[in-house]
C-alpha cells in the first residue's frame, strides 16, 4: 500500500512539474485595445510572460492578418505585427496562444473610431495654461499615498496631492481667465522611490499615476474641457524613463537603453547636432547618454521599441481626444526616429499639433529645428518649437525697461534684435512663446509692488507672433528663483487644498495687488478673444 502512494504522489508530481513547464501566463498586452480604419494598418502587441516566446500564436478575424510573429533576446517577450484592413470590423478579437496541450485565448478589442471633438491641434489663436498637477489642487485626497510614499507639502521635492479631479473642479476658472488650452506636466505614472511629483520618470506608458486619478478621469477632463471651449495637450518622454519602469526588471533585448549595462551621462551639448564641427562621439554622448541615473535613455533605434513609442502617443490621441503634445527633451531622441513619430501623427490627424522642447538660448538652433528648415539638410517635420531664445531676453529687458527711459530703449531693443531673426523661422507664427515655465525661475520677481513691468510683459507675450503660454500662478503674481529650487518654482497654487488659509482662486482671497494682476490678464485675454473673432468673421466673410 505504501509503495502504491509513493508511486501515486511521483506521478502526480511529474504531472503537476509538466504543468507548470506548459502553462501559459501572459502578464501584459500593450496595447489593450486599438480601434478600426486607421490609416496606418499596421498594430503592434508586446507580448509578456513566462517563456511567452515557446508558444504558437493564432487569430482567426475577419479583416486581420499575422504580418510577423517577433521573438526577441528575452523569450519573456513577443511582438506581433498585425495587418488590420480597412474591411475589419468592430469587435472582440481572440489571441490564441498554445503550448503543447495548454492553451490561452486573450480577448483583445478592436474599436470603432473615436468620434469625440478633439485632436484639433492648437495655433496663434490659442492662449496655453501650463499646470503642475500636483502643485494645482486636490479634490480626492483618497488618492494622495501610494506604497511607502506619503504627500508632504513641507516639501519642495515631495507629492503635494494635487490631482486631476482637482484640475477638472477649477475648469470654469481658467476658461474665465481667457485661456483656450491647457498644458499639464506628464500625468503618466511615476511609482519612483520618493515619489517623482513632476511626472518626468515614467513607470508605465499606458496608465495615468494613480495620485493623480485614473485613464478615465483623464478622458473625463479632457471632455469636460472641450464641452467648456478649451483644447488639453498631454505632456509626453520618449528620451527616457523611469528607472522603476517593469522594462527595467527583465528587459526584452539587450539594447532596449542606451547604455544599458555602463551608465553613462548625457553631456547636454545640444549644438553638437547642428554643428558641422562637432565629433560623432559627442553627438552620441548626447542622445545615447542618460538624463540621470533615475531616467535611463531610452533607445529609439530598436525597431520594437520604436513601433511602440509611435504607437503609444496614437493610442493616448485616439482614446482621450487630446489636442496637442509637449514633447519633453526633443533633441536628446534619437533624430530620425523623431522625425517619423511627427510625421505619422501628423499622417493620422492633420490637425494635430506637437511642440518640441529644444532648449537653446538662441533662436538660430530653435529655427534650425522647425520642420522645413533650410538650415537643416533632414527635415525634423516638428511643426512648432520653443523660443527660449525670447524668453530669456524678456525676463532681463523687462527689468532694465522699467529701471529708465534709457533701460526702456535698450530693452525694446533687444527684444528687437531676437524678433528681427524671424527670418530664420520657417514658420515664425508656430514658435511656443512664455515668460517663464516649469522648469524656469518664475517672471515675476518676490516683493514686487509695482505692476508696469508685469503689465508690459503680458501686453507683450500676448499679442507678439507665436503661441503663448502662461504658468500658472502668473495670474496671481506668484514668484520663485531656480536658485531657490524647483520646489518654489512649483508651489501650490493657494486654496487649491482644503484648509489654505487663502483661496486665491477667488477675488476675496487675492490681495488688491493680485486682483488687479489678475483683471489686467483676463481683461486682455478677453479683448484678444474678441480681435480674433473679428478676424476669422471677415474671413469668412470676405471668403463667401
Known sequence: ??????????????????????????????????????????????????????????????????????????????????????????????????????????????????????AAGFSPADVMYLITPDRFANADPSNDNLD???????????????????????????????????????????????????????TDFYQVDPRFGTNEEYC???????????????????????????????????????????FVQTNHFKWTLMDVHAPQSEREILVNGWFGRGMPDLNQKNRHLARYLIQNSIWWIEYSRIDGIRQDTHPYADYDFMATWCKEVENEY???????????????????????????ESNSNLKTVMDFDLTFTCQKAFG???????????????????????????????????LDNHDLGR???????????????????????????????????MSGTKAEGDGIIRTDFPGGWAGDPKDAFTPEGRTDLQNQAWDYMRKFLEDLARIFQTAVCNLSYLSS
Open 220 to 262: 473625463e477632463l479632457i471632455d469636460k474641457a472641450h464641452e467648456k471651449g478649451m483644447k488639453v495637450v498631454m505632456d509626453m518622454i520618449f528620451n527616457h524613463c523611469g528607472s522603476s519602469h517593469w522594462w527595467l526588471k527583465d528587459f526584452p533585448s539587450s539594447d532596449w537603453l542606451n547604455n544599458q549595462d555602463n
Open 443 to 477: 517672471f515675476m520677481q518676490k516683493g514686487e509692488s509695482d505692476l508696469r513691468r508685469y503689465k508690459q510683459a503680458i501686453a507683450f507675450l500676448l499679442t507678439t507672433r507665436g503661441i503663448p503660454q502662461i504658468y500658472y500662478g502668473t495670474e496671481i503674481l
Open 350 to 376: 492633420p490637425d494635430f499639433n506637437i511642440v518640441g522642447e529644444a532648449w537653446y538660448p538662441r533662436g538660430t538652433a530653435s529655427a534650425w529645428w522647425q520642420r522645413d528648415s533650410k538650415m537643416n
Open 1 to 118: 500500500m505504501n509503495e502504491i502512494m509513493k508511486r501515486l504522489l511521483l506521478f502526480t508530481i511529474c504531472l503537476l512539474c509538466a504543468s507548470s513547464v506548459y502553462a501559459i501566463d501572459i502578464s501584459r498586452l500593450e496595447p489593450a485595445c486599438w480601434w478600426v480604419g486607421m490609416k496606418n494598418p499596421e498594430l503592434q502587441i508586446m507580448v509578456y510572460g513566462k517563456n511567452i516566446a515557446s508558444s504558437q500564436v493564432y487569430i482567426d478575424y475577419p479583416g486581420v492578418r499575422v504580418k510577423e510573429i517577433v521573438g526577441v533576446e528575452n523569450p519573456n517577450y513577443l511582438f506581433l505585427y498585425l495587418d488590420i484592413s480597412r474591411d475589419a470590423s468592430p469587435g472582440t478579437m481572440n489571441l490564441i496562444f498554445q503550448k503543447g496541450k495548454e492553451k490561452e485565448i486573450r480577448a483583445f478589442e478592436l474599436k470603432e473610431r473615436n468620434k469625440k471633438v478633439g
Open 400 to 434: 532694465d525697461a522699467c529701471s529708465s527711459r534709457e533701460g526702456f530703449e535698450a530693452g525694446l531693443f533687444k527684444i528687437y534684435e531676437v524678433i528681427a531673426q524671424d527670418f530664420l523661422f520657417p514658420d515664425p507664427n508656430n514658435v511656443l512663446v512664455f
Open 148 to 202: 511607502d510614499v506619503k504627500i508632504d507639502r513641507s516639501r519642495g521635492g515631495a507629492r503635494h496631492g494635487g490631482d486631476l479631479r482637482g484640475i477638472i473642479n477649477k475648469l470654469d476658472y481658467i476658461r474665465d481667465l481667457g485661456f483656450t488650452t491647457i498644458w499639464l506636466n506628464p500625468v503618466l505614472e511615476n511609482r519612483m522611490p520618493g515619489g517623482s511629483y513632476h511626472g518626468y520618470a515614467i
